[in-house]
């Protein structure tokens, strides 16, 4: 045989490891919905001690140096290919600086349920930008499964959805507008994907994603943090190893492996982990509805990850 004659792998090989990464993927997915749904009452609760963008801000910068570290330890290179930056830039905006800061502020104005709630709309926005923008085909199956989640989510707020007020409002246009900025930067990154290894691309995006909300929170606010409790310096640590070290390179890495609507609906596990979360937490009430609401949100997840 010719050297220069390419192998050809056989097809029950590929088909092996596309399951293979698929599964992997949805590990990461579950890994993600876990660190960021539990970051809701961690967040909720430093915002009594800290000011919303500089706590973002600042914890995702010393996220992305702990990450950094990481990734030379491991051996993998920092540098990025100068075709690269724009891409990495706009994804970073909109995947890290818009849903830092506007998250944060749109929880300065509602409860942390409502805001989730908004907040994961982000998989109905993914859905309808990736069909014209990818070309992905928004199957009957996927249908139904973002149906089941978001009447799981809706049924977790007891039916009443978001109360808008004049007191409100500014929170709920905040977070929508976070919302549909991440689900962009979600259909994005599968139109215009970065050639870099995962922490790599963490550590970057996490890094310029965070720093104009740091350097932003830092002139317009005044962190006390030496006034932070231990319990303030506790959740810091978690927002900084959990939320942005951990799953963050967790995102970027299934959403490698993962349609970019399957890896959207799959985010709407977070609200329900935050629910649990808070109510183990703070202690919110977790009743029989609620429990139901949490069983058709995850039926929903697990439904399209068959789709």
Known sequence: MDAR???????????????????????????????????????????????????????????????????????????????????????????????MALMGLALTYLPASEAAVIAYTMPVWAATLARPILGERMTWLRVVALAMALAGLIALMGGKGVSATAQTWPGILLAMWGAFNFALGTVFAKRWPLTLAPVTSAVWQVGIGCLPVALIGLAIETPHFGSLTTLGWSLFFYSIVVQFCVAYLCWFAALERLPASVAAIGTLLVPVIGVLASAFALGEPLGTGQIAALVLTIAGVLLASRA
């Open 5 to 99: 004659t390419p192998v050809e792998i056989p097809v029950d090989v590929k088909a092996a490891s596309a399951k293979r990464a698929k599964t992997v993927g949805y590990l990461l997915l579950l890994t993600t919905s876990i660190g960021w749904g539990m970051n809701w009452p961690v967040t909720k609760r430093l915002l009594a001690e800290l000011p919303p963008l500089s706590m973002r801000g600042i914890s995702g910068v010393i996220g992305a140096f702990l990450l950094a570290g990481v990734a030379v330890a491991i051996g993998q290179s920092l540098r990025v290919p100068r075709a690269q930056w724009p891409r990495l830039v706009l994804l970073s905006l909109l995947n890290v600086t818009s849903w």
